[in-house]
């Protein structure tokens, strides 16, 4: 009993502190989705396991955490299920925590399908669960915070998206780069060097030029099973250089042959200029190697990386054809994000990119030197809080410089003292905690100046 | 695969429009905690079993959502455990569901202690999850928001969670009544009619009086075993009428040989003066039979119903003195209110007591017609939103008919004409979805207008 209780692996608790600053992160997201017309949903942490089983491929089936039945939960099933786990779990469990905000979205999209306006702008910020082996980084329990308009087929969706990821980040004062890419300009690829079966493996191979070089490349995709000719007809790719405008026009005419090859590059084209004649804070770059969620996404690929730090990517999306189709509803095309707010909690911390008032709970304390004090010190805190200054009042009567180190340890910048002789005057003793001065003031006049600070 | 997607029973989705009256709520609520001096913490979904067993009695266990062990889950446990599936199911789920704030909070306090300024005024607000047959006003998933103030017995803490409870609902404009009881009267009142071991008993009973009358309450009392003599003694207490002061003196003749009976009579006139003295918008009266969670509570008790609807409590709370001991530290008292969200929702959906501007979303849309022309429209889009109203454009080139009907089912004020004659004047034609009115104005000037509104 009287062991130290611990919560389970890979979870966190947060503190005071740390949800003041998570709060800056997410009420920051919040703001700019609601700033761009998204309207927020939530659905269930509990998703029927049909629901979730199948849609992350077979590993993901795997590290979804499943939740047993209620009740008599062996009732009806086969003991002999004992040997076998995995359709053990399946019958004696029918639920499963939310693994991400994708597929109860297109759930949700079905089963409201008739309540919904299209296009329909979303946005979902709750926790996803996953019993992936927990290290830096890496949690068992985090939050993603996604935006998506579903029903619509325009470019100029990836255009706002950009630049809501643009004003995100701006406000959170993280430096990025955008990456961008398309699909379709892997499939051109593909196609042009006449191996378009091979789309993911080119793609992987293309990733790593920058470590290990173009022979090394060229190598693993021998080893990958691409014919001669076709490495031969790669070359061309591989060795595109210059600025975003210059890579597109190259890559427009080696895969002037490929229709869906042009077709990406208009696209992704209409989106860059479309961006830049908006203006945009972040670097903004084509990135023909890029391929997240390849089998998921049909058009814009993007992803965005923190420049000051190694963390890697902290906000990705892009464009599907088909969201729905899984749970019977076909050709609902849309484009999304995927803001992670947990590696954008690392990068703030890493870099220390809050501002100042942050933390700042309390801006005042008022101190208990006895009952009639504390009666006193009660009206004029609730004055204070009517007009709208945030404060508290140290509940016992206890020393002076006990409540003083508790003001000091919450970091209140102000302490209203009310002994004796200020109740009798019905003033209080504002003490500003950083400069230590000290001045006898009325309610009203002490609401005034904390105002102003 | 067509069959249509459903959620676990018990559970909900919530709509943009739901989400809205929700978040009205919560930010409500969270703005009140924070103008008290309260600072949010936040404890994982997930708990360890063995924190959350044994904490909510047998009927609680059995309302622990459970979560499967990953992996292998049969290994290493005896199959015989097969036909006991309570012991069965601690050996394969190590983990469960927050079942409320409380437990977890305990935990908190405990496992960081050494972090932690006491005296600690924490809110949380969080979903939990139940197990229970789910029915009308009842879910499996659902939100609590509390307060708690711990390390602290100054009954300043009771005075200031009964104006935050009046603050909170005043803002919500929900009429209420406050219900204050203290579990020491309850206590003297068992001793003076020497049962004190049938405290419970007596609570029970005497909370139907208003229902079933003193007679079939003398019944009841009977059936429960109490003699003749204690139920004579008992009825003084039965017949004492008139407002809070009155009865509070009554009850003090009344119970003047106990002890604990004072004791809780001195904490209550406090607590009632205390708040008086401060003005109080809510009815708050003494309720002796009010005994919620009787086997937890140490002190004052506080009930808290609606006026306007039959819904019941829609919050309560009270003083504990022994928060953390079943996790080895004792001696932390302390006292905390539970505000019941989604009650609260019920109440505020019934009344309909949401402010007019609760469900606005984008206060503009722009429309598309042609490329350019919604080219020319996000810049303007671009300079509303940097000037913070929200707003967005309808994405596909489509019939100004289709783009009118999404503004109007979107409920969006306002919506930005964009057509060839505008984008040559450098304009724009701002309808009043309302009033029908329209009014041709660069951009600057609909932000003037748009501002205004």
Request: proline share 4%; hydrophobic share 40%.
């Amino acid at each position: 009993m009287a062991q130290k209780p611990s919560i389970p692996k890979g979870t966190r608790d947060f503190s005071p502190a740390e949800m003041a600053r998570r709060n800056y992160i997410f009420n920051t997201i919040r703001d700019v989705f609601a700033l761009f017309g998204f309207r927020q949903i939530e659905t269930p942490a509990m998703e029927n396991l049909s629901t979730l089983m199948g849609k992350y491929g077979e590993e993901g089936d795997k590290l979804l955490f499943k939740i047993l039945n209620s009740g008599d939960f062996t009732n009806k099933v086969d003991a002999e299920l004992w040997n076998e786990p995995v359709k053990l779990a399946s019958k004696i469990c029918e639920k499963g925590l939310r693994y991400d905000l994708t597929v109860p979205f297109a759930r949700f999209v079905v089963q409201h399908r008739n309540d919904i306006q299209f296009p329909f702008k979303r946005f979902q910020i709750q926790p996803v669960w996953r019993a992936d082996r927990p290290q830096k980084g890496r949690y068992r329990e985090f939050y993603q915070c996604d935006a998506d308009i579903i029903g619509s087929d325009s470019l100029v969706n990836e255009i706002e998206l950009l630049q809501l990821i643009d004003e995100v980040f701006s406000r959170l004062n993280i430096r990025i780069a955008i990456k961008l890419n398309n699909r379709k300009v892997l499939a051109g690829i593909a196609e042009y060097i006449g191996a378009p079966e091979k789309m993911v493996d080119i793609t992987v191979a293309i990733d790593k030029i920058d470590k290990i070089g173009i022979e090394n490349v060229n190598a693993e995709l021998r080893e990958r099973g691409l014919s001669e000719e076709s490495i031969a007809k790669l070359q061309p790719v591989l060795e595109i250089t210059g600025d975003t405008e210059s890579r597109l026009s190259q890559l427009d005419a080696i895969l002037g042959e490929s229709e869906i090859g042009k077709l990406g590059i208009a696209e992704l084209r209409e989106v860059i200029t479309g961006v830049k004649e908006l203006g945009l804070r972040a670097e903004l770059d084509l990135d023909v190697s890029l391929a997240r969620g390849l089998n998921y996404y049909t058009g814009t690929i993007i992803e965005v990386k923190a420049l000051d730090t190694q963390i890697g990517s902290i906000t990705g999306g892009g464009r599907y054809d088909n969201l729905t189709g899984v749970f019977g509803l076909p050709g609902v095309s849309g484009v999304g994000i995927s803001f992670g707010a947990d590696r954008i909690y690392d990068v703030m911390n890493t870099l220390d990119l809050y501002p100042a008032d942050t933390l700042r709970g309390s801006k005042v304390m008022f101190t208990s030197f006895g009952k009639q004090e504390s009666a006193a010190a009660l009206k004029m805190l609730m004055k204070m809080r009517a007009a709208g200054i945030p404060g508290e009042i140290f509940p016992d009567i206890a020393k002076m410089q006990k409540q003083m180190k508790y003001a000091d340890a919450m970091a209140i910048p102000f302490v209203a003292i009310v002994g004796e002789s200020e109740m009798q005057q019905g003033k209080l003793n504002l003490k500003d905690m950083t400069s230590g001065e000290q001045h006898l003031l009325t309610v009203d006049e002490a609401i005034e100046f904390l105002k102003s600070k």
